[in-house]
């Protein structure tokens, strides 16, 4: 069982990047999904949980400081999620990570990957 996520880099404000979350061992259609983050000296934060609600429906929450910028999509014959990021702000930067469980919180989560660290330059 295994998350890993990726798509990570350098950027700079006002660029984009899409961020992936691949599963191995486990179906993520089965999962909620969550998109944290921890910036330098920060606590880690959630940005984006999204669950299935219906037989091929997926709804999706964001935090507000990523609404209008963040969006999330999946490709599950990948059993892949994304997380496209626009717009960055410097204060994007930070440690990208996902995580499937039963709920949004991330102490519901059950499986953690490895994140990808997001840089934005001014």
């Known amino acids: 069982v295994q998350l890993q996520a990726s798509g990570g880099g350098l950027v700079q404000a006002g660029g984009s990047l899409r961020l992936s979350c691949a599963a191995s061992g486990f179906p993520l259609d089965d999962y909620v999904i969550g998109w944290f983050r921890q910036a330098p000296g920060k606590e880690r934060e959630g940005v984006s949980c999204?669950?299935?609600?219906?037989?091929?429906?997926?709804?999706?929450d964001y935090a507000e400081s990523v609404k209008g910028r963040f969006s999330v999509s999946r490709d599950n014959a990948k059993n892949t999620v994304y997380l496209q990021v626009n717009s960055l702000k410097p204060e994007d930067t930070a440690v990208y990570f996902c995580a499937a469980g039963d709920t949004c919180l991330s102490d519901g989560m059950d499986y953690w990957g490895k994140g990808t660290l997001v840089t934005v330059s001014s």
């Open positions: 999204v669950r299935r609600v219906g037989a091929k429906t997926y709804y999706a």
